[in-house]
């Protein structure tokens, strides 16, 4: 075995690292998001929840947390919160007894709409450090990656 290297490695810093790289930058933007949903009673894993809602017919416990890509436990856990505020309601699904049909309540529409602006502007602010361009290149290539 040879001698071992006492210099630093371009390897050795984690700034190289893609791992690290999208691991900080994600808490990092869900640290501004959280900060900016926090005088709205929320916070971003709600928020990804209200997004599905508002954006579709009634659906189940089950069909949010397949769209979030989050086990029904969690989902359920979620869920109870949101209900205790007064932004969802559950009921029993009229052709499936067996399932909950989840909606927004006018109070979490009003919620969504103002957790909108508030992603909106914590999410310019992660960015604002990058050109528009570089932006919508960011969002093409995570989203080429995460698709395939």
């Known amino acids: 075995m040879g001698p071992v290297s006492t210099e630093p490695s371009a390897t050795a810093d984690p700034h190289e690292v893609l791992g690290y790289l999208l691991k900080h930058a994600t808490l990092k933007l ?3 998001t959280d900060a900016a949903l926090e ?3 929320i ?3 709600d928020f990804g929840a209200l997004r599905v809602l508002a954006h579709r017919e009634p659906a189940s416990q089950l069909q949010v947390a397949q769209t ?3 086990d029904r436990t969690t989902m359920v856990a979620l869920l109870d919160v949101l209900e205790r505020k007064g932004i969802i309601t559950r009921r029993p699904d009229p052709t499936d007894r067996r399932r909950n049909v989840v909606q927004l309540t ?3 529409m009003q919620t969504f ?3 909108q602006v508030a992603h909106g502007r914590a999410e310019s602010a992660f960015l604002a450090a990058i ?3 570089a932006t919508d290149q960011l ?3 995570l989203r080429t990656l995460v698709e395939n």
Do not use: F, M, V
């Open 30 to 32: 869900t640290a501004l």
């Open 39 to 41: 005088p709205l009673g």
């Open 43 to 45: 916070d971003s894993k």
């Open 68 to 70: 979030l890509g989050i």
């Open 106 to 108: 006018e109070q979490g």
């Open 113 to 115: 709409d103002a957790a």
């Open 131 to 133: 050109s528009p361009n």
């Open 139 to 141: 969002r093409q290539t």
